[in-house]
């Protein structure tokens, strides 16, 4: 029934390039699996790349034909996107710094702030004219006097390092290229690098970690540490307020291996935790090693050894678990420790001595969720983070013995009108009951009419969480008349581990059921109906996108589904896949791959059914998620009997997981993705 009603609304034409099927049959573990469109995975191969440019022009054609430019849509993201941005100065030593792009450059530029000064240090452009080489990363060492410089081309996230004086710019040393990782040692004369190149990643070949003495030939770097797994990480790095080296080893949730040695020596490095179960990161201030864990805790704790008896035997609680707040952070400060303590999804600061003793709350300066807070312990400043919806983020400052004046420390600017937009919290049930957080964003004065235009986002996994921050360019969809809705749905941090936990492996369907639930919601409240409600979400929220549209076609108008997961059964053999195989399980074993195969979305199209109008976006050197999942479902759907709505591929060839982008490419990228939602929900 639902198919025919689909089949009965009025149809834009789509008519995509033909894809052949050319079936190859597996047995995995005595279940025979055909995939049609295996073919698509090699993106070298001349027919692959032939066929993924027509499908993108063919895209590029709908767009023009059937969602026109919407009236100054194009100028206000132009307006935001290609304007002065300054970062807020980070502090280094006694040392300013801060990455700026000014209007009509292609990429941020590195810049010191010396006497009230910026001085440029390092431009991307000076080396990639085209501006498709952007900075990923920036290292400094302890005295500042030298940094680091990560930049990637076409957002491959494989970086060359440039190491430069940061009071003249000058490059020291020879480029150092194919890494993922790097960091200073404590003497300033050598780094720890983490090497990964093209050929690693797509090979799954463990990442490897070296100390490299700078200005030396890479062929005398020492080989200091590599997992024995793809799947795990591997890392090694210097405390800035101790003599220590932290050595650790483990996957995205356990710390299998932490050990510690005295920096700057050859001294055999001891285990103080391990655990395939919990995880443990340390902080290490003078002669304490603070630890932020969940060993036995879901909801988090920090616990504290001596420097000189490290070992998990004998760490202490300091700040234990509680069942109504999870601990999301802390920072300590001179003779006190801040807290951030996160109550449904509002994080608040608290203050306490150092024996675990509650003193009082931090009050901040005006409304805000707490997202983050800092010690500049050179100057003895406390920076804390406020954010909202309808403001960019505040950053404030205030004295360490103080904490109770704040003075504003940096705001960016921004041509974003949100004067007649309001945000709240709202929890509706799931499927089995359970309470979930959703952030509904609109215009002041809103008909609960069931009319407006709804889009509605979700992520839901690697507990990666949500929490109130600045509507940004989604503003231009509010003040048109849209519902901008976040659903904190489990695989994420609201409510510590569990929530994760219980949105991970064979409880995923979770987090397909909570976004249902949130879609079902809005309905039923009134904001919006199924022909006025779209859906977004990209990587992991791909997944989740590619669940909705094979799970519940019927709920939703419009879809896009971006740089997504979605052959679930192949996604470990790509690629660096292999590092979530503990949030989905491993395809290779029995039990993982049958609980994966309810629920993958390619292996689960349905034939005969009509999914929604859909654009599936991938990025062609995309190094995180390999861009076949998106043409093979999109050839898959195109060619299912029934599909009528138009089901597209929009790649991206020069940047990857949706980093890189020059100012152009993200001011079309943008305008192509607001003008699908608005045109597709009726707004003209």
């Known amino acids: 029934m639902i198919t025919m009603l689909h089949a009965q609304a009025p149809q834009k034409k789509f008519t995509p390039p033909a894809?052949?099927?050319?079936?190859?049959?597996?047995?995995?573990?005595?279940?025979?699996?055909t995939d049609p469109y295996e073919w698509l995975e090699d993106k070298t191969k001349p027919e692959v790349v032939s066929w993924t440019r027509s499908q993108h022009d063919a895209t590029l054609e709908y767009l023009d034909k059937h969602c026109p430019p919407i009236a100054g849509l194009k100028e206000e993201i132009a307006a935001y996107i290609n304007r002065d941005i300054e970062s807020a100065p980070a502090l280094v030593a006694d040392r300013q710094f801060l990455t700026i792009k000014k209007q009509g450059e292609k990429q941020s530029k590195f810049y010191t702030r010396i006497n009230g000064k910026n001085i440029l240090l390092f431009?991307?452009?000076?080396?990639?004219?085209?501006?498709?080489?952007?900075?990923?990363?920036?290292?400094?060492?302890?005295?500042?006097?030298?940094?680091?410089?990560?930049?990637?081309?076409?957002?491959?996230?494989?970086?060359?390092?440039?190491?430069?004086d940061t009071k003249t710019g000058k490059q020291l040393y020879k480029p150092i290229e194919g890494l993922r990782g790097f960091s200073f040692t404590k003497d300033g004369k050598h780094a720890y690098i983490t090497v990964g190149t093209k050929e690693m990643l797509e090979k799954q070949i463990p990442l490897k970690t070296y100390l490299h003495r700078l200005g030396a030939d890479r062929s005398t770097d020492k080989f200091l540490i590599a997992p024995a797994d793809a799947k795990n990480f591997a890392s090694v790095y210097d405390t800035r307020y101790s003599d220590q080296t932290f050595i650790s080893e483990g996957d995205f949730y356990a710390t299998h291996s932490l050990k510690m040695r005295k920096a700057g020596t050859e001294d055999a490095a001891v285990e103080i935790y391990s655990s395939r179960k919990y995880q443990a990161r340390p902080d290490a201030i003078g002669d304490k090693i603070y630890f932020y864990t969940n060993h036995e805790a879901p909801n988090y704790k920090i616990m504290v050894a001596d420097k000189a008896n490290p070992k998990f035997e004998q760490w202490?609680?300091?700040?234990?678990?509680?069942?109504?707040?999870?601990?999301?952070?802390?920072?300590?400060?001179?003779?006190?420790?801040?807290?951030?303590?996160?109550?449904?999804?509002?994080?608040?600061?608290?203050?306490?001595?150092?024996?675990?003793?509650?003193?009082?709350?931090?009050?901040?300066p005006e409304f805000g969720n707490v997202s983050s807070l800092y010690m500049h312990r050179e100057s003895g400043t406390v920076f804390m983070t406020l954010s909202t919806f309808t403001s960019t983020t505040k950053i404030f400052k205030s004295n360490v013995k103080d904490l109770q004046k704040w003075e504003l420390f940096y705001q960016a600017k921004v041509p974003v009108n949100t004067e007649q937009i309001e945000g709240k919290i709202v929890f509706y049930p799931s499927k089995d009951g359970t309470k979930v957080p959703l952030f509904v964003i609109h215009k002041k004065g809103i008909e609960l009419n069931g009319q407006n235009p709804t889009l509605l986002y979700g992520y839901g996994g690697f507990q990666i969480g949500i929490s109130p921050s600045f509507v940004g360019l989604n503003a231009s969809f509010?003040?048109?008349?849209?519902?901008?809705?976040?659903?904190?749905?489990?695989?994420?941090?609201?409510?510590?581990?569990?929530?994760?936990?219980?949105?991970?492996?064979?409880?995923k369907q979770n987090c397909f059921d909570d976004f249902i639930a949130a879609a079902e919601y809005l309905i039923a409240e009134k904001y919006t109906q199924r022909e006025k409600l779209a859906v977004y979400g990209g990587s992991n929220g791909g997944l989740l996108i590619g669940a909705m549209l094979t799970q519940r076609p019927d709920l939703f108008k419009a879809a896009v589904c971006a740089v997504p997961l979605l052959d679930m059964v192949r996604f470990h053999k790509f690629l660096i896949a292999r590092y979530w195989i503990p949030e989905y399980g491993d395809p290779d074993k029995a039990d993982d791959f049958y609980n994966i195969l309810k629920y993958s979305p390619y292996h689960n199209i349905r034939t005969g059914v009509n999914m929604p109008t859909t654009m599936v976006t991938a990025g062609e050197n995309?190094?995180?998620?390999?861009?076949?999942?998106?043409k093979k479902f999109v050839a898959a759907v195109q060619n299912?009997?029934?599909?009528?709505?138009?089901?597209?591929?929009?790649?991206?060839?020069?940047?990857?997981?949706?980093?890189?982008?020059?100012?152009?490419?993200?001011?079309?990228?943008?305008?192509?993705?607001?003008?699908?939602?608005?045109?597709?929900?009726?707004?003209?």
Do not use: C
């Open 316 to 364: 202490k609680p300091l700040i234990p678990e509680r069942k109504d707040v999870v601990i999301s952070g802390f920072e300590v400060l001179d003779d006190k420790i801040a807290i951030l303590e996160k109550k449904d999804v509002i994080t608040s600061a608290m203050l306490y001595d150092m024996q675990g003793n509650f003193i009082r709350k931090i009050e901040t």
């Open 640 to 684: 299912n009997v029934g599909q009528i709505s138009p089901f597209m591929l929009y790649m991206d060839y020069d940047s990857g997981h949706g980093s890189g982008k020059s100012t152009e490419q993200a001011i079309a990228q943008q305008d192509h993705f607001w003008r699908f939602i608005m045109n597709e929900l009726g707004m003209k």
């Open 622 to 630: 995309d190094t995180r998620v390999d861009p076949l999942h998106a």
């Open 123 to 164: 431009d991307p452009e000076k080396i990639d004219p085209s501006g498709k080489s952007s900075i990923t990363g920036i290292a400094y060492t302890e005295n500042a006097a030298v940094a680091g410089i990560g930049l990637q081309s076409k957002g491959a996230e494989i970086s060359t390092y440039y190491i430069i």
């Open 19 to 33: 894809t052949q099927a050319q079936p190859v049959t597996h047995n995995v573990h005595g279940t025979l699996l």
């Open 478 to 507: 509010i003040n048109r008349g849209g519902v901008y809705a976040i659903a904190g749905i489990r695989g994420g941090d609201e409510y510590g581990e569990q929530w994760h936990l219980d949105g991970m492996l064979n409880k």
